[in-house]
């Protein structure tokens, strides 16, 4: 895949970015897409048993006959990128800023099985905020990097990336963009990697902004985990919770086991585009049932394009492996408490991983300064409600601009 940067002069240099993908290489794709070799199909009415047939072949159709990775290459290429190298890696980022004054200074982390494509459709509404039913005195300048292995930031070719790496780099990313000031945003890994840049609390962050709480009481946490019931005497939210964490422990979490500890035997998903597509699209029951009513012609918050852009990206950049080895560097639980002292705001859909409680949102925050229950949206925020996620994030950080 060819990009194109200028020249480096020093380490911390800041090199315009661009993206030219080589029509050989878009040619290529259509034709593993086509040399495909499909299983029979599963033997249940539901998708109990993972990505239903009918669902990857109606994705695999499009994709070869229909799709334009051209449509998202120009949308990426009329945005500001950048390279820069961070602790001798290429970090890729978006950058644009506000038009209005005083804007907040706000960094937005994607997670897995996302990339920069997740945030494209909050970038208007939060840099340009009168536009979109919003005020000037809530714009955000917007940075949104492609975390490493991911798209189009360099592959750690050793250990050490791990999501306190994550959260060190993009706090030298932001004092290196010359912002004083800084407000946080995440979801999936983003939101402990955001969590995390909590907990180094630097002087320049206000505050932090999560769709994914990291807000489950530790013990209860391990109880979920374990198979075990919850215990007794808990609201009619916090059981709600408890039930979605158990179903997703039990029943949907063998991607993130694999990921996390046989990342490199996932060969496969380097040398099959469907395959790849497949182990994408099955991230939790909720998003598949979105994700395939998509491709079943009932589209309901994304587009066959907006999955599309995502999977190829993936494909394009040869990041399936590289990606998945952050599941092997993490050590820390993905949603229960870190001890996050400094204000946050919380938005809790209703088809995440867990609509998270208040209650657990204020005991784990106790600088709770914003929570927002929706009755609409899933696990990826920004790509599915981003006009309720900037809705929540101008709201959520009013109160420390």
Not at 61 to 84: H, M
Request: aromatic residues 10%; hydrophobic residues 40%.
């Amino acid at each position: 895949m060819a990009v194109r940067t200028e020249a480096r002069p020093s380490v911390a240099e800041i090199r315009p970015f661009t993206v030219e993908v080589p029509e050989a290489e878009l040619e290529a794709l259509r034709a593993r897409i086509g040399a495909t070799r499909w299983p029979e199909r599963e033997t249940v009415g539901d998708q109990s048993q993972g990505v239903r047939l009918a669902t990857i072949q109606a994705l695999a159709r499009y994709w070869q006959k229909e799709y334009d990775w051209r449509g998202v290459e120009a949308r990426l290429n009329a945005l500001p990128q950048f390279i820069t190298e961070i602790d001798g890696l290429d970090i890729h980022f978006i950058h644009v800023r506000s038009k209005h004054e005083d804007a907040l200074p706000l960094i937005v982390t994607h997670g897995w099985p996302g990339s920069i494509i997740e945030q494209l459709k909050i970038i208007e509404p939060l840099t340009n905020p009168t536009a979109h039913g919003g005020s000037a005195s809530d714009a955000f300048h917007l940075v949104i990097p492609s975390m490493p292995g991911y798209g189009f930031s360099g592959k750690p070719t050793t250990t050490g990336w791990d999501p306190t790496h994550i959260a060190r780099a993009w706090i030298e990313l932001m004092r290196r963009l010359g912002y004083q000031r800084f407000v946080a945003q995440g979801g999936d890994w983003g939101a402990l990697v955001t969590d995390l840049i909590g907990l180094e609390a630097p002087p320049e962050l206000l505050g932090i902004h999560s769709n994914m709480p990291g807000a489950v009481p530790p013990d209860l946490d391990k109880v979920l985990l374990s198979g075990s019931p919850p215990p007794s005497g808990l609201s009619a939210e916090e059981q709600h919770a408890c039930d979605q964490l158990s179903s997703f422990y039990q029943l949907h979490l063998a991607y993130a086991l694999e990921m996390g500890t046989r990342p490199q035997t996932l060969t496969g998903l380097a040398d099959s585009p469907v395959g790849l597509a497949a182990f994408m699209i099955d991230h939790d029951e909720k998003s598949l049932e979105l994700i395939s009513q998509v491709f079943d012609g009932q589209p309901r918050g994304l587009s066959r394009d907006d999955v599309l852009d995502n999977i190829t990206l993936f494909w394009l950049t040869n990041t399936a492996i590289s990606a998945a080895r952050l599941y092997a560097e993490n050590k820390f639980p993905f949603l229960s408490a870190k001890g996050v002292s400094v204000p946050v705001a919380v938005s809790a859909f209703p088809d995440e991983l867990y609509q998270c409680p208040r209650s657990w949102a204020e005991q784990s925050y106790p600088n709770l300064m914003y929570y927002n229950k929706h009755d609409k949206g899933g696990h990826f925020a920004a790509w599915e409600q981003p006009q309720f996620l900037s809705e929540d994030l101008r709201a959520g950080f009013r109160s420390v601009r």
